[in-house]
């Protein structure tokens, strides 16, 4: 994808968990170059250092070295819009993580002020990238199944809400924002259509304060509907994806293991009855194997690093980015309609 037209230096703000991941993702990158990073936080300043990377002693001094070209911001959620814009205005251009921000409003004002200064500003939703994410969209793509009238897409842990700024509504806490963002923004890039209604629930199992769950049933233009879940006290499994189609089903698990079943006679109905002390069913029994195949999912791989190479293309006008604002501000604006149809307990529009 690169053409190696220039080398680009990057730098992090905040050096924690992710922050650690972009400065391993970004050392496998030959024409990017990690000149330094800042935290807050003293150890996690030692921790870079520790590992070659220069700590900048504080922001500001990120900012004011000309030599970076991109920022990385890292940190808790709620600090997203004001350190975005502090880099923007500084000539940097800008990776954030996700969620971008708390809201549509705050990444409107990003968004706003990136086009003021004319630089790059994009979001890391790095799971367009999962292999199990474009295995369900190429089974849903394929005429594999027939027409697909449903897609289940869940992650379900069972360790609650992880760390403690997660936990917090004003740090933008809560798991609608912390993996909702990643679910949500794959199933708009999967299906290329209008979303006519959102129904959602969230949980409150072992926080009060901001969800530690929730589910949205999103009903598409063409009567396809998508059933999005997020968990963290499940301490039994689903599978990450279902796909389901008129001529058969898919399973998607994470690293995409899993299989298509279709139908090949659909005239057969025989089955052996599922009997239960209460009564028998021969409509909920399995097929004979004489009237379905199983088939492997079709290959795909993905590779992360084409995230940063699309950036520093993009930057280059090589290439358009992969990850652009309007789609951003689409799945804010999704997820606050979320919220309040779990507040309001009502199904509500939400594209025409
Ligand atoms: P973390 O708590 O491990 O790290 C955050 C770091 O930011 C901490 O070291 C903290 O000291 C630092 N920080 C706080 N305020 C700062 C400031 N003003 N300036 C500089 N540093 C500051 O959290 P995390 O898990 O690394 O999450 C960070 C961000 O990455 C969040 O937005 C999160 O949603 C996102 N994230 C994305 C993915 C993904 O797959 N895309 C995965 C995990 C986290």
């Not at 230096?9 to 050392?27: D, F, L, S, V, Y």
């Not at 504080?58 to 997203?80: E, R």
């Not at 021969?282 to 950036?311: E, F, S």
Request: hydrophobic share 40%; aromatic share 6%.
């Amino acid at each position: 994808m690169k053409t190696g037209k220039r080398q680009f230096n990057i730098a992090i703000c905040g050096m924690g968990g992710m922050g650690n991941w972009h400065r391993e993702t970004i050392g496998k990158i030959p024409d990017l170059h990690l000149v330094g990073s800042f935290d807050v936080k003293p150890e996690r300043q030692k921790f870079a250092e520790e590992h070659g990377v220069r700590a900048y002693e504080s922001w500001q001094a990120l900012l004011d070295d000309p030599s970076v070209d991109i920022v990385t911001i890292a940190t808790p959620n709620d600090l997203h819009r004001p350190l975005a814009i502090q880099a923007l205005h500084a000539g940097k251009n800008v990776v954030v993580e996700k969620p971008a921000a708390l809201d549509e409003a705050e990444f409107k004002a990003m968004a706003d002020v990136a086009e003021a200064t004319g630089m790059l500003l994009t979001v890391h939703q790095n799971r367009r990238w999962d292999d199990d994410y474009r295995t369900a969209k190429a089974v849903y793509e394929s005429d594999v199944i027939g027409p697909v009238f449903r897609i289940e897409s869940r992650v379900l842990g069972s360790r609650g809400i992880p760390g403690d700024w997660r936990q917090l509504p004003e740090k933008g806490g809560g798991m609608i924002l912390d993996w909702g963002v990643h679910l949500l923004d794959q199933m708009l890039q999967m299906v290329k259509e209008p979303v006519r209604t959102v129904y959602a629930t969230v949980d409150h199992v072992t926080n009060e304060l901001v969800d530690d769950g929730f589910y949205a049933d999103l009903s598409f233009a063409s009567g396809l509907l998508a059933h999005v879940e997020v968990g963290t006290s499940h301490f039994v499994g689903k599978p990450r994806w279902g796909v389901y189609g008129r001529d058969g089903s898919a399973e998607i698990d994470w690293g995409s293991k899993g299989r298509i079943v279709c139908v090949t006679d659909r005239s057969k109905q025989d089955a052996v009855p599922i009997v239960t002390a209460a009564g028998l069913t021969k409509t909920m029994a399995p097929r004979t194997a004489d009237t379905i195949k199983t088939l492997p999912l079709p290959p795909v791989k993905a590779d992360i690093l084409d995230y940063y190479r699309n950036v520093m293309d993009a930057i280059d006008g090589l290439a358009p980015i992969e990850v652009k604002v309007p789609e951003v501000l689409r799945v804010l604006r999704l997820m606050e309609t979320i919220k309040r149809s779990a507040e309001t307990g009502r199904v509500l529009p939400f594209e025409s």
